[in-house]
């Protein structure tokens, strides 16, 4: 089994820059495709962002392309999402997810492993 453990959520303005972590422990993720997923308040989970360890790979939900980037660093056996110029609409609980290696289409990563969540805040 893989765990995920999240980290670097809090309350920021608009505007303003916020760095999540997502750590890996367990069986060995270097072939999986790694994602972030999100959830606000009375709405459904929502895919943000993808990449593939492999390769390199990444994709992004429209809302926040230019603005977000997903990352790894194999050595620390982890994932990040930078996010730039937050807006209210990115508030959210933020998951980190793994799947199956994809060669393609890593927006539609099937998650078989689920972090906690770290919740972000942006106010106005």
């Known amino acids: 089994q893989v765990q995920l453990v999240e980290s670097g959520g809090g309350l920021v303005q608009a505007g303003d820059s916020l760095r999540l972590s997502c750590t890996a422990s367990?069986?060995?993720?270097?072939?999986?495709?790694m994602a972030w997923f999100r959830q606000a308040p009375g709405t459904e989970r929502e895919f943000v962002a993808a990449i593939s360890w492999i390769t390199r790979s990444t994709d992004y939900v429209d809302s926040v392309k230019g603005r977000f980037t997903i990352s790894t660093d194999n050595a620390k056996n982890t994932v990040y999402l930078q996010m730039n110029s937050l807006k209210p609409a990115d508030t959210a609980v933020y998951y980190c997810?793994?799947?199956?290696?994809?060669?393609?289409?890593?927006?539609?990563?099937?998650?078989?492993?689920w972090g906690q969540g770290t919740q972000v805040t942006v106010s106005s």
């Open positions: 367990g069986r060995t993720v270097s072939r999986y495709t």
């Open positions: 997810a793994s799947g199956p290696p994809r060669s393609s289409g890593l927006k539609y990563v099937k998650a078989d492993y």
